[in-house]
């Protein structure tokens, strides 16, 4: 089993900026690729951002790209997601995601994929 724990969320303005962090615990959090995923109300879950284990390799969903950044510290067990130029589309439940495997080539974007989630971390942007 593998826990996970979003922290960071809160309000922010739109055009700042906001880093989330993702602690895991439970297994060796180098054998996982890790992913972030966003759920606004009424929609479906959404990928964001994926981090191969070693952190040698990233994705990014088109909406999200040049304005966040994944990234991880496998000393510290832990992923983040730096969000930056925010604005109110980016407002939703961010998760973060698990699964283990995986390789610089490849990076799951499909939700479906991911064995283990975190509770999520609310992200209000407002105008």
């Known amino acids: 089993q593998v826990q996970l724990v979003e922290s960071g969320g809160g309000l922010v303005q739109a055009g700042g900026s906001l880093r989330l962090s993702c602690a895991a615990s439970g297994r060796t959090f180098s054998d996982y690729t890790m992913g972030w995923f966003r759920q606004a109300p009424g929609k479906e879950r959404e990928f964001v951002a994926v981090?191969?284990?070693?952190?040698?390799?990233?994705s990014y969903a088109e909406s999200v790209k040049g304005r966040f950044t994944i990234s991880r510290d496998n000393a510290k067990n832990t992923v983040y997601l730096q969000m930056n130029s925010v604005n109110a589309e980016d407002t939703a439940v961010y998760y973060c995601a698990a699964v283990k495997g995986g390789s610089r080539w490849i990076l799951p974007r499909d939700k479906d994929r991911y064995d283990y989630w975190g509770q999520g971390t609310q992200v209000t942007v407002s105008s």
């Open positions: 981090i191969s284990r070693s952190g040698d390799s990233t």
